[in-house]
């Protein structure tokens, strides 16, 4: 059964940036479509990003589209959360998921969390000057 951990999360200023790991182990990486979550305090945990198990489709929220950018290094088997121009309201924590890959030319950073199985402990990201 896959698991995923995340790890890279920290404390970083406003403009700065921090890239989120996801790494999966127990199965490829590549098979999924992998969602990257995020929950502030007191808030829903919302979508962020998402990339097709194709490796090719991806898409993101409008808050943070610019700014964040997925990636997937198949020989490391992970996927990656490049935040650049970080924000206090990027403030959360972050998680990634994974479902079995649909084989689809796309994804969508909208999909509900109920549609993906697999979850990692999540990671704290702190956007404070």
């Known amino acids: 059964q896959l698991q995923l951990v995340e790890s890279g999360g920290g404390l970083v200023q406003p403009g700065g940036s921090l890239r989120l790991s996801c790494a999966a182990s127990?199965?490829?990486?590549?098979?999924?479509?992998i969602g990257w979550f995020r929950q502030a305090p007191g808030e829903e945990r919302e979508g962020v990003s998402c990339l097709n198990n194709r490796g090719v489709g991806t898409d993101y929220a409008n808050s943070v589209k610019g700014r964040f950018t997925i990636t997937r290094d198949n020989a490391k088997n992970t996927v990656y959360l490049q935040m650049n121009n970080l924000k206090p309201e990027d403030t959360a924590v972050y998680y990634c998921?994974?479902?079995?890959?649909?084989?689809?030319?796309?994804?969508?950073?909208?999909?509900?969390?109920?549609?993906?199985?697999?979850w990692g402990q999540g990671t704290q990201v702190t956007v404070s000057s």
């Open positions: 998921a994974a479902r079995v890959g649909r084989n689809e030319p796309t994804c969508s950073a909208g999909s509900a969390e109920g549609h993906y199985n697999y």
């Open positions: 127990r199965s490829t990486v590549r098979y999924y479509d």
